[in-house]
């Protein structure tokens, strides 16, 4: 099973809409990860985030993290069609050690033009 | 610099016969894990070597099994194919963290 899980599974917007993703996580972690991945494709690194911060920006993208409530959510502003993908968090939780990374489900994202 | 490669990209085998697939990190990345995704399991980590050794292990059975060479390089092995296998199998490369990995292309497998 995984650690993480995302929510909304499939998310359909407007372009120039904000899309916001949210993960959740069972363990204690060291950093939470976010990537995007292409239809079918190689996971492309999006942002890191250690577990001592709460907020962290990189262009379009607003990460937050709650490690009270075990939670994270991705926000990408003013979005394009080119953002349409899957986005994943990833942890890296005491579960395995700190050794390897747990994948949530991901959520689906379609921008229309 | 180039980024991860793997080879092949797709695959096509048959119940019982075995597969090997490779995956080149990006140059100077001395840690290769793999990842198999699938519809219903999602992403799950397979394993994970650093400098020719297998630092990390997930849960799967032995018929899954790996190796690094000396250049970093790395190959991973399913035997007795089973129809569940098929899958896109992704292998990552990281400065030698789990920190910010960098993914290649994947390879799709399908056992019929």
């Known amino acids: 099973s995984q650690q993480g899980e995302e929510d909304p599974q499939a998310l359909s917007i407007q372009e120039g809409e904000n899309a916001t993703m949210n993960c959740s996580y069972k363990t204690s972690i060291n950093n939470l990860q976010w990537y995007r991945q292409n239809s079918g494709r190689g996971l492309v690194h999006l942002i890191l985030?250690?577990?001592?911060?709460r907020e962290k920006h990189s262009g379009r993208l607003r990460v937050t993290l709650d490690t009270s409530k075990k939670s994270s959510s991705l926000l990408i502003t003013a979005s394009r069609a080119a953002d349409t993908a899957s986005y994943f968090c990833a942890t890296d939780g005491e579960d395995t050690g700190r050794r390897a990374l747990t994948f949530g489900s991901g959520t689906r994202l379609q921008v229309q033009p | 610099k180039a980024g991860v490669t793997q080879t092949p990209r797709y695959l096509i085998k048959t119940r019982g016969q075995q597969v090997t697939l490779s995956c080149s990190p990006i140059s100077g990345h001395r840690s290769v894990s793999w990842y198999q995704q699938t519809p219903g399991q999602g992403l799950q980590f397979l394993f994970e070597y650093f400098s020719e050794t297998q630092r990390n292990k997930g849960n799967f059975p032995g018929r899954f099994s790996g190796r690094q060479f000396s250049n970093s390089r790395s190959e991973m092995n399913v035997s007795t194919l089973e129809l569940g296998d098929s899958a896109l199998y992704l292998c990552?490369?990281?400065?030698?963290?789990?920190?910010?990995?960098?993914f290649g292309p994947g390879t799709r497998l399908t056992v019929l």
């Open positions: 985030i250690r577990s001592n911060e």
């Open positions: 990552a490369s990281s400065l030698g963290t789990i920190n910010e990995q960098f």
